[in-house]
């Protein structure tokens, strides 16, 4: 066997997406909601799934309701829903004590290998 190591450099354009990424980074979130439908999607959806994809972004609280969590070694996650969202997402979770509820998307964090990963942290002004 023969190993060798390789680097790789690359930057991805978020095209699109990039109202959504932009609002993550101040911690805001943006959903996309269908001009046919007004169902809501966040993490956005390009096509909607009554098929439509054209619509426009739509700001939500950031307030986000957990769904379902799991925590193990690596930290603890959960899939949430945000209150004006018809779809769910995956999200990291700090702060969050078993038995809360609700959490609040916080600006992006960067994992130890940089790459950005949606947080949900306490709710503002609760303790
Ligand atoms: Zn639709």
Not at 62 to 69: C, F, K, M, Q, T
Not at 112 to 120: E, F, L, S, T
């Amino acid at each position: 066997m023969i190993n060798h190591n390789i680097s790789l450099e690359y930057e991805l354009n978020s095209g699109w997406l990039n109202p959504w990424v932009e609002a993550l980074h101040q911690g805001s979130a943006l959903a996309w909601q269908c001009s046919a439908c007004d169902s809501a999607s966040f993490a956005p959806e390009r096509t909607c799934r009554c098929g439509q994809n054209s619509g426009r972004w739509h700001p939500l609280s950031g307030i986000a309701v957990l769904e379902s969590r799991t925590d193990g070694a690596d930290g603890s996650f959960a899939l949430v829903r945000f209150i004006g969202s018809d779809t769910s997402v995956v999200v990291a979770l700090e702060g969050i004590d078993l038995g809360q509820t609700h959490g609040q998307l916080m600006p992006y964090k960067f994992s130890d290998g940089g790459v950005p990963r949606m947080v949900i942290g306490p709710l503002e002004g609760v303790s």
